[in-house]
């Protein structure tokens, strides 16, 4: 009865993952791959030159940015 548990337990865990698993890894990872693009955006813009205004905005755009890449890409 043990072994039969441990089996069924295994086979559960080696089951393909559910369609709408893989709609929600796919839009995380359309998500993540977005916020990257948009932190090397701005630090393209940085290495053209800026004022100081300008800087802090996208110094603040880029704390945003990387926090919510934190939280996106795992």
């Given at each position: 009865?043990?072994?039969?548990m441990v089996l069924i337990s295994l086979l559960l865990l080696a089951a393909p993952d559910s369609p709408a698993q893989n709609?929600?890894?796919q839009a995380a990872a359309e998500k993540c791959s977005a916020?990257?693009?948009k932190i090397r955006r701005i630090?393209?813009?940085m290495r053209q030159g800026y004022n100081a205004r300008q800087g802090e905005k996208m110094q603040q755009?880029?704390?945003e940015l990387r926090e919510q890449r934190s939280k996106?890409?795992?």
């Open positions: 009865m043990r072994l039969l709609r929600q890894q916020v990257k693009q630090q393209s813009k755009q880029l704390r996106l890409c795992r």
